[in-house]
């Protein structure tokens, strides 16, 4: 690893830790901080161990992994695309995965009670492995599509896509509460909340298996850079690395949206930011960058969400399209990468 | 020793092979420069050659080995590319590029070491990038960009270099540098260099033996004053409004 990739690593690791431990010890109940720290490990009043360990670290876990996981899988769909606006949630990915578990949901409505019971007992699994359903219907309508358009008709076709997803699963998860078979509420906003500690596994090892293969894939992923000929003449096969990093794409973001909603704008910003303090394209020392960088943004956007506000909570991606809108607007406007890719 | 061996070159579906049925044998450091008209297969003859799509029949070998048979790995460390097509690579610098024709000999991780850098910082210095260094492959421009691909070519140490139409956004003194330093590189390798291009006299005056594609799915090969004086090019070129003239060894307007 080159020596900057090393040094923004850790400062971003050590910023990391330090909004863990704010966000372990604020919120509507503020802790003295050696009290929550206390709690962490198991000692201390039983009411802020209660806290801590059920609430908020479950809901900070979740941050960390599910916005760790975006920040990779941009990486790898910006390069899988060799588009820079690619990512799970523009193009049209997350919310292919939302309708997965509708139609799931609604199915298992329409079946019956006992349908709806084995969903609610395997909830975890089951809704993960339908929304990487829609995930791999979408990547690979949208992998298909990308052959014939440019890098932003695809992004407005992504976007496209994932509004015609979102409605149809907004319908289809209306039906399934009239026929009573209501088992989750269609998310219409993300939230790292709803993350209990016994859902965590769920959510923690398909992404750190995601990330695991997202590093086996960095060399010939890097290759791809230069296009499908270069790459083949390197010793690239071409058509197992789509593959494959489809499917590591899928595992970092199917739990994400099955667990945390259509968390948008932090894949499709993170690798920006990665790129810029590596220095550089190469796909490997991004990785470490783009996760900590991810976990980062989506962990201090649910501080922001659960800060002790007087009315209720803020909403995650309304906060994230506040940061993330402006910076794609910049990329478009001024962006020389993006000049070779219009 | 590079051998096609009744090599058709084509796609599946067409009416007839681009290129049917071409034998022939290409010893080591050779310059071979690849002529012939638009469309009438260069493009399609050398990326079969380079393995970057199947021959209708026949088969492409180097020093013995059957380059379709190989693996893919092991073909890249044997042979190099570079296509007309410019990639656009956001936030890639030059060594970058010029590194991952290190690729092929690299652990998974792609770590380069003392004599990879070493060849490839020697790669940019043969292809005259060497000032390149450091900056950004986006922000050179579409000549400076061709010369690092070259770099990036030689860093593969290939024993078959295959070059397609390279030379067309380079201004004359850019074109004679780029093939004699390729002939020099094919000369001191023992590389052999295959490059297709329009440029009729620079690749007349500078190839070793030229493959003359003459539209019709046949192939001609020779040095260039034999094709020349055969009346080869000619007949490969010709049109109604120009003729090669073979003694004057160029083309002449039919007023």
């Not at chain 2, 590319?81 to 290190?102: C, F, H, M, Q």
């Not at chain 2, 400076?144 to 770099?151: D, G, L, T, W």
Request: with cysteine; charged share 15%.
């Amino acid at each position: 690893m080159p020596a900057r990739v090393t040094t923004s690593s850790l400062a971003l690791l050590v910023a990391l830790i330090g909004l863990t431990l704010y966000a372990l010890t604020y919120g509507q109940v503020a802790l003295p901080f050696g009290q929550a720290v206390a709690s962490l490990f198991g000692s201390g009043d039983e009411m802020a161990g209660q806290i801590v360990r059920e609430i908020r670290l479950p809901r900070v876990l979740a941050a960390v992994l599910a916005g760790a996981a975006l920040g990779v899988g941009g990486v790898l769909m910006q390069a899988l695309f060799r588009n820079p606006v690619a990512d799970a949630w523009s193009l049209g990915l997350l919310a292919g995965g939302q309708l997965g578990v509708a139609l799931t949901v609604t199915a298992a409505a329409f079946a019956g009670p006992a349908a709806v019971a084995f969903l609610t007992l395997f909830a975890g699994p089951s809704i993960t492995l339908a929304a990487a359903g829609g995930v791999t219907l979408a990547a690979a309508a949208m992998l298909a599509l990308g052959r014939r358009l440019s890098a932003i008709t695809l992004l407005v076709v992504g976007l496209m896509l994932g509004f015609t997803a979102q409605g149809l699963t907004s319908v289809l998860l209306h039906f399934a509460a009239r026929a009573g078979g209501r088992v989750y509420g269609g998310w219409s906003d993300a939230s790292f909340a709803g993350v209990q500690p016994e859902t965590l596994p769920g959510l923690a090892v398909p992404v750190l298996a995601g990330l695991v293969l997202a590093v086996a894939t960095a060399k010939p992923l890097t290759s791809l850079l230069l296009g499908e000929s270069y790459a083949q003449s390197l010793g690239v096969q071409v058509g197992a690395l789509r593959r494959l990093a489809l499917l590591t794409t899928v595992l970092l973001v199917a739990p994400v949206v099955a667990f945390c909603g259509p968390v948008s704008f932090i894949g499709l910003i993170v690798p920006h930011f990665a790129r810029g303090l590596a220095g550089s394209a190469r796909i490997l020392p991004l990785i470490p960058l783009a996760a900590l960088g991810g976990a980062l943004l989506a962990l201090a956007g649910d501080a922001i969400v659960h800060a002790p506000w007087e009315q209720h909570f803020l909403h995650l991606n309304a906060i994230l399209a506040i940061v993330g809108a402006p910076v794609v607007i910049l990329l478009l406007v001024f962006s020389p990468a993006l000049k070779g890719w219009r | 020793m590079l051998t096609l061996d009744s090599l058709s070159v084509g796609y599946r579906g067409g009416r007839k092979p681009v290129l049917g049925d071409v034998s022939l044998r290409t010893p080591a450091g050779r310059f071979v420069c690849i002529l012939g008209r638009n469309g009438a297969g260069k493009s399609t003859l050398m990326r079969t050659i380079a393995g970057l799509q199947p021959a209708l029949a026949g088969k492409v070998s180097l020093d013995g080995e059957d380059l379709a048979a190989m693996r893919p790995g092991l073909r890249a460390r044997r042979v190099a590319v570079v296509l007309t097509e410019r990639p656009a690579i956001p936030a890639l610098k030059v060594d970058d590029v010029v590194s991952l024709g290190r690729q092929p000999f690299t652990g998974w991780e792609g770590r380069l070491s003392a004599a990879d850098r070493d060849i490839a910082a020697e790669a940019l210095h043969r292809a005259g990038a060497a000032r390149f260094m450091g900056r950004y492959f986006d922000h050179l421009s579409d000549g400076e960009r061709q010369r690092v691909m070259i770099a990036r070519a030689i860093a593969q140490t290939p024993r078959l270099m295959v070059l397609d139409e390279i030379t067309g956004f380079l201004d004359l003194p850019g074109r004679v540098e780029v093939m004699t330093l390729l002939r020099r590189h094919a000369r001191e390798a023992g590389v052999i260099v295959l490059l297709s291009s329009h440029d009729l006299d620079l690749s007349l005056q500078l190839a070793d033996e030229v493959w003359l594609l003459d539209g019709h799915g046949g192939l001609n090969v020779g040095p260039p004053h034999q094709l020349a004086s055969e009346g080869l090019i000619g007949s490969a070129f010709d049109t109604p409004d120009v003729a090669f003239v073979a003694d004057r060894g160029r083309f002449e307007l039919r007023a």
